[in-house]
């Protein structure tokens, strides 16, 4: 497994009173999770968190899977075990959303996004997502965005009707099409990188995301002085960077650095 470092900082915003975003930072797992949670009272905190839980428990409990394990969900021959895993691991999640719903009917419409990434047995980073929280790669000092928003406003811009300022300007750029609510078992997505020494991932909620453009971030996460990046420090400033923006929501930021 390649070794890595990280440091993740989350932060209620200017206009929120609570935060109902959530994440695992789990580098002995290879894990690192961003959930944004969406529902009224406390009710996305809720979601939120059950869903890291669940995914951090599962990736736990199957640290030591094979082909050969009994799966709570179809294992999907195309994809790698790794992925597999992720993708159990938020169906579960979802699962645990539909339970608490069941237990407590006051939270009923809560629902949360999800990022995460895992790095696997092969060395690889695994990601997976459902929403629009975003996981990116930062490369020879270049950032790119590896996951595709589950969003009205993500699929008008792929579809090119509508361009990246236009989606963050509409009025329905919160609203998203897929989320972990407790209903029919979400269609995550996944993707896997080959990792080079000196890449930087980064997760995140979309406080960070629909407020702060990828030309600043990449500005904010290229190191000022030679040698490896102070990962702390960078969440810091991303997190001051959207609250700069106006802060209109809960801000998440996690940094994984490739060694």
């Not at 980073?125 to 020879?140: C, E, N, P, Q, W």
């Not at 810091?236 to 060694?259: E, R, Y």
Request: charged share 25%; with cysteine; proline share 5%.
């Amino acid at each position: 497994m390649s070794e890595v470092s990280s440091a993740a900082v989350t932060h209620t915003g200017l206009r929120r009173e609570s935060n109902e975003d959530a994440f695992r930072e789990r580098p002995d797992l290879g894990l690192y999770v961003v959930a944004d949670g969406m529902g009224g009272h406390e009710a996305g905190e809720v979601a939120s968190g059950l869903t890291v839980q669940t995914i951090e428990s599962f990736i736990n409990d199957t640290r030591d899977a094979d082909l050969n394990q009994t799966w709570p969900f179809p294992y999907e021959m195309t994809k790698s075990l790794e992925a597999n895993r992720l993708i159990a691991a938020f169906r579960l999640a979802n699962r645990r959303v539909a339970s608490g719903i069941a237990e407590n009917p006051a939270q009923k419409g809560m629902a949360t996004t999800a990022a995460a990434v895992l790095h696997g047995k092969d060395g690889h980073a695994h990601v997976a997502h459902v929403g629009d929280s975003r996981v990116y790669l930062m490369r020879d000092n270049r950032l790119r965005q590896i996951t595709h928003d589950h969003s009205w406003v993500g699929e008008q811009v792929r579809a090119g009707t509508l361009t990246d300022e236009d989606a963050q300007r509409h009025p329905w750029r919160n609203v998203v099409t897929r989320a972990i609510s407790g209903g029919d078992d979400p269609e995550v997505e996944t993707s896997d990188i080959t990792t080079q020494p000196g890449d930087l991932l980064m997760i995140c909620s979309d406080g960070l995301s629909s407020v702060v453009s990828l030309e600043d971030i990449e500005e904010l996460l290229n190191p000022r002085t030679p040698g490896p990046l102070d990962l702390k420090p960078a969440c810091a400033a991303l997190i001051q960077a959207a609250n700069d923006a106006g802060g209109p929501d809960n801000i998440t930021v996690i940094l994984v650095q490739v060694k």
